[in-house]
């Protein structure tokens, strides 16, 4: 119980269900690029992202100075469940059609980036 009750919390907040619902579009992001998304500063995106990650909602990946975040490994398929539903109702709200334009903008711009999966596979070449 203990379980849902931090998951839905989290997802209560309209910012922070619109960085899930950004996440469950693009596999990662970091917080320059949610903030530019989202129009919103730097730490109040920080701040409901730590939520979203005390909840287990979102996990973090640390490349170099970059923080890429993504939906959580380890979310439930319930979990997974109640994301993908409520991406499929709200659809055709004008919020979410405005965050993924902005996301598509970013996508444009994230050919380099640590969180794009290219960066990723570059960054994976340099360790390895």
Not at 47 to 65: I, K, M, S, Y
Not at 69 to 98: C, F, H, M, N
Request: proline letters at 4%; aromatic letters at 4%; charged letters at 25%.
């Amino acid at each position: 119980m203990e379980q849902a009750t931090h998951f839905f919390h989290a997802l209560s907040n309209e910012i922070r269900l619109r960085i899930v619902l950004l996440l469950a579009s693009e596999p990662q992001l970091s917080v320059c690029q949610l903030v530019r998304i989202l129009g919103l500063s730097q730490p109040k995106v920080s701040r409901h992202l730590a939520v979203l990650r005390d909840a287990g909602v979102v996990t973090v990946d640390r490349r170099a100075q970059w923080i890429c975040y993504s939906l959580g490994q380890t979310l439930q398929p319930w979990q997974r469940k109640v994301v993908e539903a409520t991406r499929e109702d709200v659809r055709e709200t004008a919020q979410y059609i405005e965050d993924q334009r902005k996301l598509e903008e970013v996508r444009k711009m994230m050919t380099n980036h640590p969180c794009a999966p290219q960066g990723k596979q570059k960054n994976e070449e340099l360790v390895a």
